[in-house]
């Protein structure tokens, strides 16, 4: 009986070449096949070989632009976004939020809509993202495009197998949210999956949120809930159970980080009146009169503006001591509350900005983790 390491199948050698080639392109286009060859030390025959199995599959395409240079001109190469769409859904605790992108990261919808979070039964919650992805997958199939995937980003702990272990911004305890969405899309074509909302941010800010070659980076959610996900050594930090990022259970004298920092806290201590007609249940109305309280001078507004940021700092600092990264970003609601955040947070030597991508971070992250399949080699299927 044969031991140790087995040679690899021809066919896994070849996607994992068609995948380097694919990302050269994403990162590198317009190139040339000898651009690509030279890049990446594949020979030209495989290199030509591969890019026509992309160009067959429509994930590449010629320009028929030539570059500068001696001798005969060659054919340069960009990604074909023509064919597929991959759609993110960001579930938080009072709004749904729809992106659909191609491969050449092209926005094909964006789409926002009321949810009732914590206020309904799962099941109503459920029923709620699945008509939502029935409308977006219909949107992209009337456009011609084949969906590559649908992944859901949700505000709690999710395990692998895409439950909802818990969610306290939508009172989701132990709900089966991947399987529940399976049935309830009756098993599309296409696959499924189901991640925490700062993770799917995370990649989002790392793909296309400007910061080329930031292979360590904390993007920190403010929604109705407290939560980071970290990106270490390029990749997402999961974890032994997929539970990383809850900063917002981190204890700090006076409650926890979420309780102290938390957007549902921040609004409450800066707005005299945000309890007069019950819960919150729309919080960006409720961010922005706290933006016009403090530009407005509010002692109110702005004395809570910098106890919160104070606080945030606190949780800010640990991640920067902990893991280090080139940049910590802020999304969600502290994007239009950033410039009173971010200077009583204090930078404690880190970068701290803020999401280029703005709201609905996670639904394209979760459009991103679609098309990162791509990048690591799973590739849609030759026609015929």
């Keep these: 009986m044969q031991t140790g390491p087995q040679p690899a199948d021809f066919a896994d050698v070849r996607a994992t070449n068609l995948a380097v080639v694919l990302r050269h392109v994403r990162a590198h286009g317009p190139v040339s096949r000898a651009g690509i060859a030279a890049a990446t030390g594949l020979n030209k025959a495989t290199v030509s070989s591969l890019v026509a199995d992309l160009i067959e599959r429509r994930l590449l395409r010629e320009t028929g632009l030539a570059e500068n240079r001696i001798g005969r001109p060659a054919t340069m190469l960009v990604l074909d976004g023509s064919a597929y769409a991959a759609i993110g859904i960001e579930v938080t605790g009072d709004h749904l939020t729809a992106v659909a992108v191609d491969l050449a990261g092209e926005q094909l919808l964006s789409w926002r809509r009321a949810f009732p979070g914590r206020e309904a039964e799962p099941g109503r919650g459920v029923s709620a993202i699945a008509a939502l992805a029935g409308r977006a997958a219909a949107r992209a199939g009337t456009r011609g495009r084949q969906v590559l995937g649908l992944t859901v980003g949700v505000p709690g702990l999710v395990d692998e197998a ?196 703005g709201p609905g971070a996670a639904a394209v992250g979760g459009a991103a983790r679609v098309l990162d399949a791509l990048d690591a080699g799973v590739l849609p299927a030759l026609a015929g």
């Excluded at 109705?224 to 809850?246: H, K, M, P, Q, S």
């Design 162 to 357: 895409g439950a909802v272990r818990s969610s306290a911004a939508l009172g989701w305890s132990d709900v089966d949210l991947r399987g529940d969405l399976l049935k309830a899309l009756r098993k599309p074509e296409y696959d499924v999956a189901v991640d925490n909302d700062a993770n799917l941010a995370a990649l989002a800010e790392q793909r296309y949120g400007g910061h080329d070659g930031a292979r360590n980076l904390v993007y920190l959610a403010g929604e109705t809930g407290l939560g980071a996900g970290l990106i270490v050594d390029g990749r997402l930090l999961r974890g032994g159970r997929g539970f990383t990022g809850e900063i917002g259970r981190i204890r700090l004298h006076g409650g926890t980080l979420e309780e102290l920092a938390g957007i549902e806290s921040l609004i409450q201590r800066a707005l005299p009146d945000a309890d007069a007609e019950g819960p919150v249940t729309d919080f960006a109305p409720e961010v922005e009169r706290v933006a016009a309280a403090a530009r407005a001078g509010d002692a109110r507004a702005l004395e809570a503006l910098r106890d919160v940021g104070r606080h945030l700092g606190h949780g800010l600092s640990l991640l920067n001591h902990l893991l280090d990264p080139e940049v910590i970003v802020l999304g969600g609601y502290f994007v239009p509350l950033a410039e009173w955040l971010i200077p009583a947070a204090g930078t404690d030597g880190a970068t701290v900005t803020t999401s280029a991508i």
